[in-house]
Nanobody, 113 residues
Framework: QVQLVESGGGLVQPGGSLRLSCAAS????????MSWYRQAPGKEREWVAI???????NYADSVKGRFTISRDNAKGTVYLQMNSLKPEDTAVYYC???????WGQGTQVTVSS
């Protein structure tokens, strides 16, 4: 069965960096478009970044220039490198396999001094 397991979240100071990972299993990873979403307390889940099977990427305006999505097809893993973090980036971050709408369990990112 499809499984997506996020890791790498934590507490970081403003201006700091984190790298999130999402390990996928149960399907042929390189055939699927993958995305990252986030949900802050009291807010709706929002799209953050997408990576296509070709490696092309796109980002929400709020993270463009600070976040980088990438994938390692050999490892079946999608990453989100987050730099210059701001308090408003605080959220639970989820990875998603776009086809079929499969979600991971999420990983908490807290940006605070």
């Amino acid at each position: 069965q499809v499984q997506l397991v996020e890791s790498g979240g934590g507490l970081v100071q403003p201006g700091g960096s984190l790298r999130l990972s999402c390990a996928a299993s149960g399907f042929t990873f390189n055939n699927y478009i993958m995305s990252w979403y986030r949900q802050a307390p009291g807010k709706e889940r929002e799209w953050v970044a997408i990576i296509f099977t070709t490696g092309s990427t796109n980002y929400a305006d709020s993270v463009k220039g600070r976040f980088t999505i990438s994938r390692d097809n050999a490892k079946g893993t999608v990453y989100l490198q987050m730099n210059s973090l701001k308090p408003e980036d605080t959220a639970v971050y989820y990875c998603k396999r776009n086809t079929g709408g499969f979600w991971g369990q999420g990983t908490q990112v807290t940006v605070s001094s």
